[in-house]
C-alpha cells in the first residue's frame, strides 16, 4: 500500500514539472496572476515545477523557418495559402512564400506579451497576415512585367523591407523572406509576357550584333588610320633625314670650294709674287749683260776740272 503511495506521489510530481531545453527560453505564466504583479518569469534551460495555475510557453532562440503554401510541407497550411494579390494593372498573381527569423535573446517577455501566445501562432497568424498585407501594398506599384520579370527580386525584397520593420521593435528579427514556388499568373498573361521577353531578347541581339559590327569596322578604321599616320610620319622622317643630309653635303660642298677658292688665290698671289721677284731679278741681270756686251774694254775717259763727267761708251 505504501509504495502504491510513494509511486503516485512520484508520478504527480514528475507530471507536475516542465522542462526547457537547450536552445529554448521558457516563459512561466501564471494564469490566476499574482499579488506582485509578476505573472510572467523567464526561464533559462532546465526543469522546472509547474502548479496547477501555471503554464509554460517555450520559444526557441534558434532560427526559425515558416513556409506556407502548397510547398510548405505543413499538415493544415495556412488559409490564406497562397499569396494572393495583384498587379498595378489588376492582374492577379499567387505565390508560396516562407520566412526565416529568430527571437533576441533579451526579448523573449516582450514577444510573449504582445501575442500572449507561442511561436507557432507568431509565425502562422501574425507573420502570415502581415506578409500578406506587405505583398498586396508593394505589388499594387509595379506593373506585371516588373514583378514576373526583372524586378520580381526587388518586390520580395521591399516586402521583407515593411514586415521587418514591423516586428523589429518587439525583438523579432527577419532574416529572409523568400520565394518557394514560382510566380503563378493566368496563362494568357504569361504567352503575352514570354513573347514580349522573346522579342526584347532577339532586338538586343540584333542590337548586340550591329554594335560588334560597328566595333569590329571601327577597328579596322582605326587600324588603317593608324598604318596610314605611321607611314606619313616614316614618310615625313626619311623627308627631313634626307633633307638634312642634302644641306650637310651642300654646306659641306661650299666649304669645300671656298677652301679651293683662298687656295686658288693664295696660290695666285704666291705665284705673282714670284713672278715679279723673278721678273725683276731678271731685268736688272740683263741690263748688266747688255753692259758688258757694249763695253770696248777702254776704262771710263773724265771731262772736267774739280767734278769729272764719266763718259761711257755706247
Known amino acids: 500500500m505504501k509504495k502504491f503511495i510513494v ?11 516542465a522542462v526547457v531545453p537547450a536552445g529554448y527560453k521558457g516563459v512561466k505564466v501564471y494564469l490566476l496572476g499574482r499579488r506582485n504583479g509578476s505573472e510572467l518569469k523567464v526561464l ?16 526557441p532562440m534558434f532560427q526559425q523557418d515558416f513556409t506556407w503554401g502548397h510547398n510548405s510541407g505543413e499538415p493544415n497550411p495556412s488559409p490564406h495559402d497562397p499569396f494572393n494579390f495583384q498587379s498595378k494593372e489588376g492582374i492577379n498573381v499567387s505565390v508560396d512564400l516562407g520566412i526565416s527569423f529568430h527571437i533576441a535573446q533579451d526579448s523573449v517577455k516582450n514577444v510573449f506579451m504582445k501575442w500572449r501566445r507561442d511561436i507557432n501562432y507568431i ?13 498586396i501594398h508593394v505589388a499594387s506599384t509595379m506593373s506585371i512585367e516588373q514583378i514576373y520579370g526583372t524586378h520580381k527580386k526587388d518586390l520580395l525584397e521591399k516586402v521583407d523591407s515593411i514586415v521587418e520593420h514591423q516586428v523589429r521593435p518587439y525583438g523579432i528579427v527577419v532574416d ?53 599616320e605611321s607611314k606619313m610620319i616614316k614618310e615625313k622622317n626619311q623627308f627631313e633625314i634626307n633633307f638634312l643630309n642634302a644641306q650637310t653635303q651642300a654646306q ?24 715679279k721677284m723673278k721678273q725683276s731679278s731678271i731685268n736688272d741681270k740683263i ?22 763727267n764719266i763718259t761711257l761708251p755706247r
Open 44 to 59: 533559462d534551460v532546465g526543469r522546472y515545477r509547474m502548479g496547477w495555475n501555471q503554464r509554460l510557453y517555450l520559444f
Open 123 to 135: 509565425a502562422n497568424v501574425y507573420f502570415d497576415d502581415l506578409m500578406h498585407d506587405a505583398l
Open 252 to 275: 659641306m660642298l661650299q666649304v669645300q670650294t671656298a677652301a679651293q677658292a683662298n687656295a686658288t688665290v693664295v696660290q695666285a698671289k704666291a705665284d705673282s709674287s714670284a713672278n
Open 7 to 17: 509511486s503516485g506521489i512520484a508520478i504527480i510530481l514528475l507530471a507536475s514539472c
Open 287 to 308: 741690263i748688266e749683260l747688255m753692259r758688258i756686251e757694249k763695253w770696248d774694254g777702254h776704262m771710263p775717259t773724265y771731262t772736267g776740272s774739280s767734278n769729272p
Open 176 to 228: 529572409r523572406i523568400f520565394y518557394t514556388s514560382d510566380l503563378k499568373l493566368p496563362d494568357i498573361i504569361v504567352k503575352a509576357i514570354n513573347a514580349k521577353m522573346e522579342a526584347t531578347q532577339i532586338a538586343q541581339q540584333r542590337e548586340n550584333e550591329l554594335r560588334e559590327v560597328e566595333a569590329e569596322a571601327n577597328k579596322k578604321i582605326a587600324q588603317a588610320k593608324g598604318e596610314s
